[in-house]
């Protein structure tokens, strides 16, 4: 099963190309305070997503040196 992931869309100067911003949200092992960790995740764009687009992301094959994802679903304009 692909992963899939859900983020922003923080750049979308390249051509065919966006990047996105995942946050997850999650519990110190020891101390229990909430911690947000950010990733920044190159994705294919055939959807025509845009800057400031929360975008749905699944992994797929290697498409370049740094692209792993493909964007599936625009959420939210």
């Known amino acids: 099963m692909s992963k899939v992931f859900k983020g922003e869309v923080i750049s ?35 959807k025509g997503a845009k800057l400031g687009d929360w975008v749905k992301i699944a992994e797929c094959r290697p498409l370049s040196k740094l692209k792993r994802f493909k964007v599936i679903e625009v959420v939210k304009k």
Do not use: G, I
């Not at 979308?12 to 995740?41: A, I, N």
């Open 12 to 46: 979308d100067k390249m051509s065919k190309t966006v990047v996105v911003e995942v946050v997850r949200v999650k519990p110190h092992p020891l101390y229990r305070k909430v911690m947000r960790k950010k990733k920044k995740l190159y994705a294919h764009n055939e």
